[in-house]
Antibody
Framework: EVQLLQSGAEVKKPGESLKISCKGS????????IVWVRQMPGKGLEWMGI????????RYSPSFQGQVTMSVDKSISTAYLQWSSLQASDTAMFYC???????????????WGQGILVTVSS | DIQMTQSPSSLSPSVGDRVIITCRAS??????LNWYQQKAGKAPKLLIY???SLQSGVPSRFSGSGSGTEFTLTISSLQPEDFATYYC?????????FGQGTKLDIK
């Protein structure tokens, strides 16, 4: 069974750093893209970027370029999303999802993690 | 970036109604269009991919159509469990943008 298991909720202060995770299981993690999606409270879905675990090829949305960093550790089938300095406006739910198969990144997002609520407040 | 615009933004249909949601792209995306359902407090769920292909396990009352810039999601006979928010998403070129969502509220 394909599963994406995300790490637990986080409460941080402005200026702090954070790294959240998404662990894939039940499939060949290296051959499917992982996408990150933000959902601010009461709002819609925003595509943040996508990473291919096979070679760490990464594409960011211009809205998030420079604001976050995506990475993977193939040895433990885990993808990461990190911030170096959080702001209150980063408060949101963050989802990872499995994207397309192989080098082309254009597949649908067929399996989703349960989401991680990140709260940034002083 | 390709802009995705859904209409309507909200709808209050009754159980048994036929529901049609429209999604328009700011440029041609061929058939690179996916639909998701999100229930309150839950992760989104893939319903339709490549504009008209039904994801495994999704009831056949859901269907998708369209190509180029105009797409529709149809629910042939709305069931109580279908009250949710629906999003279209283009996978033609990055950033793979979502529509703003269409919320189905119980009448």
């Amino acid at each position: 069974e394909v599963q994406l298991l995300q790490s637990g909720a986080e409460v941080k202060k402005p200026g702090e750093s954070l790294k959240i995770s998404c662990k894939g299981s039940g499939y060949n993690f290296n051959t499917y893209w992982i996408v990150w999606v933000r959902q601010m409270p009461g709002k819609g879905l925003e595509w943040m970027g996508i990473i291919y675990p096979g070679d760490s090829d990464t594409r960011y949305s211009p809205s998030f370029q420079g604001q976050v960093t995506m990475s993977v550790d193939k040895s433990i089938s885990t993808a990461y999303l990190q911030w170096s300095s959080l702001q209150a406006s980063d408060t949101a739910m963050f989802y990872c999802a499995r994207g397309g198969y192989g080098p082309k990144s254009d597949g649908p997002f067929d399996y989703w993690g349960q989401g991680i609520l990140v709260t940034v407040s002083s | 970036d390709i802009q995705m615009t859904q209409s309507p933004s909200s709808l209050s249909p009754s159980v048994g109604d036929r529901v049609i949601i429209t999604c328009r792209a700011s440029q041609s995306i061929r058939n690179h269009l996916n639909w998701y359902q999100q229930k309150a407090g839950k992760a989104p769920k893939l319903l339709i991919y490549a504009a008209s292909s039904l994801q495994s396990g999704v009831p056949s009352r859901f269907s998708g159509s369209g190509s180029g810039t105009e797409f529709t999601l149809t629910i042939s006979s709305l069931q109580p469990e279908d009250f949710a928010t629906y999003y279209c998403q283009q996978s033609y070129s990055t950033p793979y943008t979502f529509g703003q969502g269409t919320k189905l509220d119980i009448k």
